[in-house]
């Protein structure tokens, strides 16, 4: 029953991951396919193949996700509060995703783990998710903002004598490495935190002992279904991102991108911390329109995207709550 439990987990974990690829796919191309510096397709084979890259360049994320957030139960009672941690997750990844709102897969994610765990009575280390979410989840957002207002400012003063029409063509082909860099930072934040869930379930199932290192073969499988959901792209999140908030152009989308992949990498590298591609990229893209006029962003579509990222963490445990009280009732 045990075994028969972790691969089941480790299914849904790699679900969740594929969904997270699809549902975050916006995030490092949506820029780039706006301002048609990539088509859609190379673009999302581009972020793919980046995704995948990045799965490999550390597990400090992975680390935090599976042992920093909370303390499952050993056995079978402990494989039901990961699994019902992960529906939580995926359950909230599809709705935004219906509705087009690029809220964070991570905090879904944590939101899920840490619903299931106090449904269940397990223990939460509430400092580890103050310190790694929720000061990050303020933080890069912010940080996001004023580092791509920055580096916008920069261009702007760089090329203010430059040929309109020749600097747009320049920053279009730069934008290829920009939003490579930002798929780059997708995979080496989000495929860790799927990662540190898999690693999590082997070890509440007796498969893997907390300090080991994780198996290669974790960091494959999630490496892959990351790489084969954003293959799949997420086209109504895209939208959003690349449009709806403010009509960018490359030099824009190049900032933004650029300013991003630098906070994914600070965060993954030198803080083991799980943050939110979806929050840091949206946030430099205000960041960028703040820099021509405030009014240039569409503040009533921020809004609404805030709104989401405010209700993600509670709306995933309350789901997770929800599938742990079902699955305890139906497994246990």
């Known amino acids: 029953m045990e075994l028969a439990l972790v691969i089941g987990v480790i299914v849904v974990a790699l679900v969740f991951d594929y969904t997270n690829g699809f549902h975050d796919a916006a995030n490092a191309i949506a820029t780039s396919v706006s301002t048609r510096a990539l088509t859609p397709r190379a673009a999302l084979l581009m972020a793919a193949a980046m995704n995948f890259l990045g799965a490999h360049l550390g597990t400090q994320v992975a680390q935090t996700v599976g042992s920093g957030i909370i303390d499952a139960p050993n056995g079978s009672h402990g494989l039901v509060v990961v699994g019902a941690g992960l529906v939580g997750a995926i359950s909230w990844n599809l709705i935004t995703w219906y509705f087009g709102l690029?809220?964070?897969?991570?905090?879904?994610?944590?939101?899920?783990?840490?619903?299931?765990?106090?449904?269940?009575?397990?223990?939460?280390?509430?400092?580890?998710?103050?310190?790694?979410?929720?000061?990050?989840?303020?933080?890069?957002?912010?940080?996001?903002?004023?580092?791509?207002?920055?580096?916008?400012?920069?261009?702007?003063w760089i090329f203010r004598r430059a040929n309109p029409g020749r600097a747009a063509r320049g920053f279009r082909y730069a934008q290829t490495f920009s939003a490579a860099a930002m798929a780059l930072g997708h995979g080496l934040q989000d495929a860790q935190k799927t990662m540190g869930v898999i690693f999590l379930a082997l070890v509440v199932g007796g498969y893997a002992n907390q300090g080991d290192s994780i198996p290669q073969w974790v960091i494959i499988a999630a490496a892959g279904a990351i790489s084969l959901g954003t293959y799949a792209g997420g086209w109504r999140i895209m939208r959003t991102l690349g449009r709806r908030i403010i009509a960018l152009a490359p030099p824009q989308g190049f900032a933004a991108e650029t300013a991003s992949a630098a906070i994914l990498y600070v965060a993954a590298m030198g803080f083991g911390a799980p943050i939110s591609t979806t929050h840091t990229i949206t946030s430099a893209i205000m960041g960028v329109g703040a820099t021509k006029r405030l009014s240039a962003v569409r503040w009533g579509v921020a809004g609404n995207i805030v709104t989401a990222w405010v209700l993600t963490i509670p709306a995933a445990a309350l789901v997770a709550a929800v599938t742990y009280l079902a699955f305890h009732w139906l497994l246990e």
Request: hydrophobic share 55%; net charge negative.
């Open 102 to 156: 690029p809220s964070s897969s991570s905090h879904a994610l944590i939101g899920g783990l840490v619903g299931s765990a106090l449904a269940s009575a397990s223990a939460v280390h509430w400092d580890g998710v103050v310190e790694k979410v929720v000061i990050p989840m303020v933080v890069s957002p912010l940080a996001g903002f004023l580092l791509a207002g920055g580096v916008m400012i920069g261009i702007l």
